[in-house]
């Protein structure tokens, strides 16, 4: 449009899958990732809905590119690295801590709200997550392998290294979903594959009452 005679120049929207996703998951983070729409979307990035179709041809593809940005947004290097002298467990207590923190910034329970999705945008979900959910499993396994203070010994049957990383990555996801901790969860595991394991519940987390669980308690 010229410019002098009345009209006013609007600059055209320049738009690309990253900022589809940036403008998805703010939605998603203030309303809740059921609230999303590809009309939202759409508006917000002051386009046309079809112009989201060309990136995203359903709203279950743009939901499951929600989902991993969270992934993304939530284990960035610093979560993931091991920290210097930093064991298995005492990483896996930091690994749930980045986790909830993400979630109760968060106005809306994610997790909740993803049950009650569509079977579409569900499964859509499921294929996205199974991927990321691999890669953190092997994540763990490596930062089992480097704790020299496992005993190696007990590193059988259930608990095998793959089985025992793919029920700690779950358990850790279901304690989330149930907005509960895994500090139980933890102090077995610290009992279970430690050969020093004596540890002294929280006094501000329990009413007053010290904890042993130490190699000789039987599980």
């Not at 279901?174 to 594959?193: H, I, K, Q």
Request: aromatic residues 10%; negative net charge.
């Amino acid at each position: 449009m010229l410019a002098g005679r009345g009209w006013i120049l609007v600059p055209k929207q320049v738009i690309n899958r990253e900022k589809l996703v940036d403008e998805a998951y703010a939605i998603a983070s203030r309303e809740g990732v059921s609230a999303l729409s590809v009309r939202k979307v759409a508006a917000a990035c002051g386009i046309a809905v079809g112009s989201v179709y060309v990136y995203f041809p359903t709203k279950a593809e743009l939901t499951a590119a929600v989902l991993k940005r969270f992934f993304t947004e939530t284990f960035f290097e610093e979560h993931c690295a091991v920290r210097e002298g930093e064991d298995f467990t005492s990483y896996l207590r930091r690994f749930h801590d980045a986790l909830s923190e993400a979630v109760a910034a968060m106005n809306v329970d994610w997790f909740a709200q993803m049950r009650r999705l569509p079977d579409s945008e569900r499964c859509a979900l499921e294929a996205a997550r199974a991927p990321m959910m691999a890669h953190m499993e092997q994540g763990l396994r490596h930062v089992l392998d480097a704790d020299e203070a496992v005993v190696r010994a007990r590193l059988v049957g259930a608990l095998h290294p793959e089985s025992l990383c793919r029920f700690t990555l779950r358990s850790i996801f279901a304690s989330l979903m149930e907005g509960s901790d895994c500090e139980a969860f933890f102090a077995l595991l610290d009992a279970a594959l430690y050969a020093d394991a004596t540890l002294y519940a929280d006094p501000a987390s329990s009413v007053g009452a010290t904890l042993y669980i130490d190699a000789e308690t039987p599980l």
